[in-house]
Every structure is written in C-alpha cells, then in structure tokens.
C-alpha cells in the first residue's frame, strides 16, 4: 500500500493548512505540487488535515457531498472535520489535466475548510506585482487583464509568478501577508521553471482594483468605496464559488462573514484605487513606485 503524504503551508501565526493525499493515483503529482510551491512531502501528523485526496471506495459512507461530477467527488467529513476529495481516474480523455484539477480542487477546499475552522487566510483572485518593498496586489475579474498586466510587468523589468491566485495572510497582527500560489494552468502550460514559494512572506504595500484604460496609457484613478469594496470582496470569495452551493445556510454564512471581514481589513488600509491598463502602456513600473509613494504620503510616512 502507498503511503500516505502530507503538504503544510504554515502561516505567520503558526497555524497550518494541512493538504493530505491517501490516494496512490494522486501521489507522484501531488509531489510534484510540493516541488512547485518548495514544501517538502512529510508523513502525515497527528491533526486533521484540511483536506484529504482519496479513492472512491475509500469515502465515508457518512458525508456532506457538496460537488460532484461524473469525475469526481468533494464531500465534507459527517463531522465537519475536514474535505474529502475522491477522483475517477478510468476513461479519461485526458488523466494528466485531471489530476492537476484535483490538487487545484485541494488548494481550494483545504483553504475554504481552514477559514471555516477560523484560520486567518483566504485565496484570492488576483495578480502579484513583487517590489522591493513588498507585493502590491491587483484585484480583477476574469478577462480584466491580470495575465497581461504581469506580463507587462515582467516584460518591463519586474517580477511577478502569481498572475491567477494567491494567499493572504492576515495572521500577522496589523500587517497582510502575500504567499504566491500556483495554478493548474501553469502547470498545464509547461512553465516548469517556475515556483510558487508558499512557504515566504511578502509583505503587503499596495492593492489595486484593475480595470481596462480607455485613454490609451496605463493609468490610477480613484473608485467609490462601494466599488472598491464589492471588487475586493468577490477576488476574496471568487475560489470558493463552485463549492458553497451545497453547504448548508449556516456555513455559507459563516464564510462569507470571515470573507467580508477580511474584505473590510483590506478596504480600511488602503484608499480605493484602480490601475486602469492598456496594451499600449509604457512604464508600469514607474506608475506602480509613484502609487506607492502616494500611499506613504497619504500615511504621513
């Protein structure tokens, strides 16, 4: 029989966001996952982990199935404990892509499971712009130009790895964490010269909605609070749209309040500001330094 392994993201606090496979089909990439985002396999310990990968025939006769397909099953432990994640590996028309989705599927219901349990981090739609200073991060929906925005950035001297996901950490007292955070599309695209280092803090100094530039030239522009709110909110809860349908009432609510508390954290530290892009924009990073600058000045620093 294969061995269990177990991935560990630890936070500032101390606290843990345990994904676990029992599952021999998933365990070489899952491996893999560890490689990319630079946390060793460990044997498994004694807390129960967020999230589990297992077999069919290895699922709870007692569960809460809250997704499923014909491929695959997410359930929630009968005493709410943690996610079980079972996938069919028969017939595939492309098994590869699949076990990708499966380990995506366990990044994002082991976080959901984690803040439900009160663990303070949340996964979140966006890209990560890193400076020297820290990471300022852009907030957009889909088609809104996240990828092409990092693209840019990278083009024009930058750095950034994470244009589709990552973690925030708010367990550090008054400061936000980012932790870059891969998604099953890079991997898929063959960008193995990559890593996710979940494991390293980057400080948070700037947020951004994103939004398309109709001047021509990239470009900060002031939003409503309301607006900027509601953007920042649905980056926050946008990866854990596909698997609260089926949880009952009260946990829906409970995960959407620690969201919307998270959100105000956000939205009461920086002013609401959008970085309007366009393909034809010159010097992103220059717009970005004096957008921090700005933020020092409105903080008297």
């Not at 490689?35 to 077999?55: F, G, H, I, K, R």
């Amino acid at each position: 029989m294969t061995a269990p392994i177990q991935l560990t993201i630890s936070l500032h606090d101390g606290e843990k966001i345990i994904l676990l496979t029992t599952c021999p089909e998933t365990r070489t990439k899952f491996s893999c996952m560890g490689e990319l985002m630079c946390l060793p396999p460990e044997s498994p310990e004694n807390a129960t982990p967020d999230v589990e990968l297992t077999l069919p025939e290895n699922m709870p006769a007692r569960r809460h199935t809250i997704w499923r397909s014909s491929q695959t099953e997410i359930a929630i432990s009968e005493e709410w404990g943690h996610v079980l994640i079972a996938g069919w590996q028969k017939e595939l028309r492309n098994p590869v892509l699949h076990r990708y989705f499966l380990w995506q599927m366990a990044l994002v219901c082991g976080t959901m499971n984690a803040i439900l349990r009160g663990v303070r981090a949340v996964l979140v739609h966006c890209s990560v712009l890193e400076t020297e200073r820290g990471a300022v991060v852009l907030f957009g929906e889909s088609g809104m130009g996240k990828s092409t925005a990092s693209a840019r950035w990278r083009a024009q001297g930058g750095k950034c790895v994470s244009d589709d996901m990552a973690l925030l950490d708010f367990s550090g007292g008054d400061r936000i964490y980012v932790r870059r955070m891969p998604t099953w599309s890079a991997c898929r695209e063959g960008k193995n010269e990559w890593n996710y280092p979940a494991g390293e803090e980057l400080p948070l100094i700037g947020v951004l909605a994103l939004g398309r530039s109709e001047t021509g030239q990239d470009e900060i522009v002031e939003l409503s609070p309301a607006q900027y709110f509601a953007q920042c909110y649905r980056s926050m809860f946008y990866w854990n749209l596909s698997y609260t349908e089926k949880l009952p009432d009260e946990r829906k609510s409970m995960l959407a309040e620690r969201i919307r508390h998270f959100t105000e954290i956000v939205t009461a530290h920086y002013p609401p500001r959008a970085l309007l892009t366009s393909l034809e924009g010159k010097d992103l990073p220059a717009l970005i330094e004096t957008y921090l600058n700005t933020l020092k000045t409105l903080r008297g620093a």
